[in-house]
């Protein structure tokens, strides 16, 4: 992750001509690749199977944001407050004092309770951003909140909307995705990568002899011309660190 206070050049407005209208997700490695992160205002979907740390990816956008001194909100389908925090921590990350100073919201949704959790987020949701005022919000993960609509036409058409409203609040939304059993380039539920503005793949690369390495790609990424290689990232105790000069085997 970068620190803001440590980059050279800033203009006397206190913004940077370079890197204006960007936005650094956090991850090593990656924002290097993308040249300066992703386009301000984007929703960027990353999509794995389980396990290749799409909710590391997440918090780690997030913490960028705080460390930057933004703000966010975390809305989790799965994991709750608590656990989220823990989760965090495991990377060295204490979310506890943002959520003291109200930097960052976390919100758990109870996919239980699916008319109401949809209601809510249709009506509270793009009010709750612009209230709080954060400038990056999560959603961990899209394709529960996709499972709680009855077919598809609903799926797309809320999915559409949701996507419409949060573009309007300005913020910059990461969404993760869980991926079809069969196919790791497609999300479960075929519908988030088209309306999203990028679409970051995160995958296991086995090889015969049983060894497996993480790969990362940028498939989608509107209004950047941006690398499609295939690179190796690893997971830990301090996050995602994509290794942009490795190549895969
Ligand atoms: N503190 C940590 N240090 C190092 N590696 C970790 C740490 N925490 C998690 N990992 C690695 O990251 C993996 C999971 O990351 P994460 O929970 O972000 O994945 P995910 O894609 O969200 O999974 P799921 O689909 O199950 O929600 C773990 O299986 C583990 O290999
Ligand atoms: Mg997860």
């Not at 960007?22 to 389980?50: N, Q, Y």
């Not at 991926?179 to 539920?189: E, F, L, P």
Request: proline share 3%; with cysteine.
């Amino acid at each position: 992750m970068t620190e803001t206070e440590t980059e050279p050049e800033r203009s006397t407005d206190g913004t940077d001509a370079a890197t204006e209208g960007f936005v650094l997700t956090g991850i090593d490695g990656l924002d290097e690749m993308l040249g300066r992160g992703v386009p301000a205002g984007h929703i960027i979907t990353v999509m794995g199977s389980f396990g290749t740390g799409k909710t590391t990816f997440a918090l780690q956008f997030l913490m960028q944001g705080l460390i930057n001194g933004e703000k966010g909100i975390f809305i989790s389908l799965e994991e709750d407050v608590e656990s989220v925090i823990a989760n965090a921590a495991s990377f060295g990350w204490d979310l506890r004092p943002y959520l003291k100073e109200k930097k960052l919201h976390i919100v758990k949704l109870e996919p239980a309770d699916a008319k109401t959790t949809v209601t809510r987020i249709k009506s509270e949701l793009p009010d709750f951003i612009k209230r709080s005022g954060a400038s990056r919000v999560a959603v961990d993960s899209i394709s529960l909140l996709n499972m709680l609509f009855a077919d598809d036409t609903e799926r797309r058409e809320k999915l559409f909307s949701l996507c419409k409203q949060l573009k309007s609040t300005g913020a910059t939304c990461v969404f993760t995705a869980e991926v079809k059993d069969d196919n790791a380039r497609s999300s479960r539920d075929g519908l988030v990568e088209y309306v999203s503005d990028g679409v970051i793949g995160l995958r296991f690369n086995e090889r015969e002899n049983g060894d497996v390495q993480l790969v990362i790609q940028v498939i989608k990424m509107r209004r950047l011309k941006h690398p499609r290689s295939v690179k190796p990232y690893s997971i830990t105790d301090q996050g995602i660190e994509v290794h942009g000069d490795m190549e895969v085997f």
